[in-house]
């Protein structure tokens, strides 16, 4: 991609405002996260795409050390207010991951970025530099697969759940087998998965735990 096109893309999130409600997905996806990160034992989390802090907030207050970074400035202002003793970061994964300091974390965190990136392995390799060796990457983005893509047909839903006409918003959909090949590419290996929200095959969201291997 061109230089011009990644700076309007993060330009373009950079302008997305965060109030200080949750997210719509943190009902699902936070207890799933938590549980995951405490499987791990982790103890030192960065979390990608951290928005106003919400889940970071829900982090820390189970005991483990957070940092998080978004190139939204709204959102990174708030998270700094309900976290002040953690660091949070304005910037994105095209930026130089070297900007945090910490290259030994336990455990990476992304909630619902994936999906919005036209470099997606911009992400994986920025939360492969900051990981310790064997450290975790936890992912979740919208699940796709043959029953819920089936659903979606069925029930003309399409239109509706790509949302063209919405500014920003998702650009990549994923699949279990689709993500899982990527972040093989990537020096991850995936140990675990979890479907968020809803029915099982009709899930909202999935979760799909990566172990540094490389």
């Known amino acids: 991609m061109a230089g011009a096109d990644i700076m309007q ?3 373009s999130f950079s302008g997305y405002r965060f109030g200080h409600d949750a997210q719509h997905t943190y009902a699902y996806l936070c207890p799933a996260i938590l549980k995951a990160l405490s499987r791990l034992n982790a103890k030192t989390v960065l979390e990608i795409g951290c928005g106003n802090g919400t889940l970071a907030k829900a982090i820390a207050d189970h005991g483990m050390k957070i940092a998080g970074l978004d190139p939204s400035e709204s959102g990174i202002e708030n998270a700094r207010k309900i976290l002040p003793e953690s660091k949070f970061y304005c910037m994105n994964v095209y930026d130089d991951p070297a900007r945090i300091e910490n290259n030994d974390l336990d455990a990476v965190v992304a909630a619902e ?9 911009a992400l994986l390799r920025f939360a492969h530099a900051k990981l310790r060796p064997g450290g975790f990457l936890l992912l979740t983005t919208p699940y796709h697969g043959y029953l819920k893509n089936l659903a979606l047909s069925f029930l003309d839903k399409w239109d509706f759940h790509h949302a063209p006409q919405t500014d920003g918003g998702h650009i990549k959909f994923w699949s279990r087998r689709s993500l899982t090949r990527v972040l093989q590419k990537e020096n991850f290996e995936v140990v675990d ?4 929200g809803r029915l099982p095959y009709l899930w909202k969201s999935m979760l799909l735990v990566a172990q540094k291997t490389g």
């Open 9 to 11: 893309e993060a330009y």
């Open 113 to 121: 970025v994936i999906e919005h990136l036209f470099r997606p392995r």
């Open 193 to 196: 998965f979890v479907g968020a």
